[in-house]
């Protein structure tokens, strides 16, 4: 089964800086995508950046950018420019896409990002 | 862009008493629906999946006859929590998914339901 590791369970920036969250998983399977899901307060998750693993180029979306190493199993997000919107819970999550019926989300644990002022 | 609404979005009820979570697809027939719980400050866990006009699969662990989830048509799924105790109280996401081809199988989620077992 696979598995979604984040390490850093909190960690925080100062506003405009740039922060890197940290996310590894456990696969045996060379097809599959990659997500960075947002959590804000108000609970309602929302996508932040999607990753196709047979893409050698790593996604982007504005100030968000991943760093997706697919022989180390690593899938980092970059926040450039940090605003304090960016305060959330961050979720890394693995969806396999070997069998259609079977492309069930797997969470890590999530990362809580403050944004300092 | 597509929208998943959930009701309600509070619920208190008393131990033993069932109650129903209802999820909708708003502007697209959602083939899938994905139903999960959030405890406080942690990952969501996902308990079933369920596909329109048949049974759901349940996630190990997840008892059926307890979590009820129902399927009937494109643009809803509900989730009724029978004979709910305290340790029932929890964050009940659920999820939505078009069918498609490619890449187009994401998912969206809706806001959530907290329940509260008193």
């Known amino acids: 089964a696979q598995t979604v590791t984040q390490s850093q369970p909190e960690m925080s920036v100062q506003e405009a800086e740039t922060v890197t969250l940290s996310c590894t998983y456990d696969t045996s399977e060379s097809d599959y995508y990659l997500f960075w899901y947002k959590q804000p307060p108000s609970r309602q998750m929302i996508l932040v950046i999607r990753q196709e693993a047979y893409k050698q180029q790593n996604a982007t979306e504005n100030r968000f950018s991943v760093n997706f190493q697919k022989a180390a199993k690593s899938f980092s997000l970059k926040i450039s420019d940090s605003q304090l919107g960016d305060a959330a819970m961050y979720f890394c999550a693995y969806r396999s896409d070997l069998i259609q019926g079977a492309q069930k989300l797997v969470f890590g644990q999530g990362t809580r990002l403050t944004i300092n002022p | 862009g597509a929208v998943v609404s959930q009701h309600p979005s509070w619920v208190i009820c008393k131990s033993g008493t069932s109650v129903k979570i209802e999820c909708r697809s708003l502007?697209?027939?959602?083939?899938?629906m994905f139903w999960y719980r959030q405890f406080p400050k942690q990952s969501l866990m996902l308990m079933a999946t369920?596909?329109?006009?048949?049974?759901?699969?349940?996630e190990q662990g997840v008892e059926k006859d307890k979590f009820l989830i129902n399927h009937a048509s494109l643009t809803l799924s509900t989730l009724t929590v029978t004979s709910a105790h305290p340790e029932d109280s929890s964050f009940y996401i659920c999820?939505?998914?078009?069918?498609?081809?490619?890449?187009?199988?994401?998912?969206?989620f809706g806001p959530g339901t907290r329940l509260t077992v008193t």
């Open positions: 999820s939505a998914r078009a069918g498609g081809s490619g890449s187009s199988y994401e998912q969206y």
């Open positions: 369920s596909n329109e006009g048949s049974k759901a699969t349940y």
């Open positions: 502007d697209f027939q959602a083939t899938t």
